[in-house]
C-alpha cells in the first residue's frame, strides 16, 4: 500500500514561477524522500529530509516536514522547462520506502 | 560511476508465458530492491536484498513472482505465468546499506506490456 498522498495531483505553472507540492502521509516515519521521475532521466533522489529536521534546502529546492501534521512540501523556485516531470515523496520506516502516487508539474515556457 | 543497469527494456508477452527482468545494480550496494510501477501510480516495493538475503517480500505476489539475487551482486525477477493486471514497469534500484534510509538509485526501468 503506498503511504503517502501527494496534493495536488497535477499542477501547471509558467517558467520562473514558484511551484509547491505537499506530502501527507500516515505512519511514524525515519526519514521522507523526495524523488522526480521523467522520461529523459528516469528516476532520480532529490532530498531527505530525516524526521528530527524540519527544513532543508537544496539548490532551488525547499523541503519541510511537520512530523506532528505527518506532511511534508516540496518547493521549487524559478520553475524551468526541465523541471517537468512527475515528483513524488516516499516515507521510510521499517527499512522500506513506500511512494505515493505523485504530483505532476508542468512548466510551460 | 556506472548506475544501475536492467534489461530488456521493453518486453511484450502473452498472457500465461513467462517472463524475466534482470538487474545489475551499482559496485559496492549492499541492498538491492524491485518495484512494480503501473501507470500513474508510484512505485511499489516488491522485494528488497541486503546482500544475497531478502529482507521483505511481503508484497510479492508468490504465486507467480519469484526473485533471487545470487552471490549478493545482481538479481532477476521472474513472472510465471503472467497476467494482464502485470503490465506495468519494473524498477530495480540500489542503495549503499539497508539501515539508515539512504537514497536509492534507479535503473531505467523494463516495461512490460501483457496482451
Known amino acids: 500500500s503506498q503511504q503517502g498522498e501527494e496534493d495536488p495531483q497535477a499542477l501547471s505553472i509558467q517558467e520562473g514561477e514558484n511551484a509547491t507540492m505537499n506530502c501527507s502521509y500516515k505512519?511514524?516515519?525515519?526519514?521522507l524522500q523526495w524523488y522526480r521521475q521523467n522520461s529523459g532521466r528516469g528516476l532520480v533522489h532529490l532530498i531527505l529530509?530525516?524526521?528530527?529536521?524540519r527544513e532543508k534546502h537544496s539548490g532551488r529546492l525547499r523541503v519541510t516536514l511537520d512530523t506532528s501534521k505527518k506532511s511534508s512540501s516540496l518547493l521549487i523556485t524559478a520553475s524551468r522547462a526541465a523541471d517537468t516531470a512527475s515528483y513524488f515523496c516516499a516515507t521510510h520506516n521499517d527499512y522500506k520506502l513506500s511512494f505515493g502516487a505523485g504530483t505532476t508539474v508542468t512548466v510551460r515556457a | 560511476e556506472a548506475g544501475v543497469a536492467q534489461s530488456p527494456r521493453y518486453k511484450i508477452i502473452e498472457k500465461r508465458q513467462s517472463v524475466a527482468f534482470w538487474c545489475n545494480p551499482i559496485s559496492g550496494h549492499a541492498t538491492l530492491y524491485w518495484y512494480q510501477q503501473i501507470l500513474g501510480q508510484g512505485p511499489k516495493l516488491l522485494i528488497q536484498f541486503q546482500n544475497n538475503g531478502v529482507v521483505d517480500d511481503s508484497q510479492l505476489p508468490k504465486d507467480r513472482f519469484s526473485a533471487e539475487r545470487l552471490k549478493g551482486v545482481d538479481s532477476t525477477l521472474k513472472i510465471q505465468p503472467a497476467k494482464l493486471e502485470d503490465s506495468a514497469v519494473y524498477l530495480c534500484?540500489?542503495?549503499?546499506?539497508?539501515?539508515?534510509?539512504?537514497?536509492?538509485?534507479f535503473g531505467p526501468g523494463t516495461r512490460l506490456t501483457v496482451l
Open positions: 505512519t511514524s516515519i525515519n526519514n
Open positions: 529530509i530525516r524526521s528530527n529536521e
Open positions: 534500484a540500489s542503495s549503499e546499506q539497508l539501515a539508515g534510509g539512504n537514497e536509492q538509485f
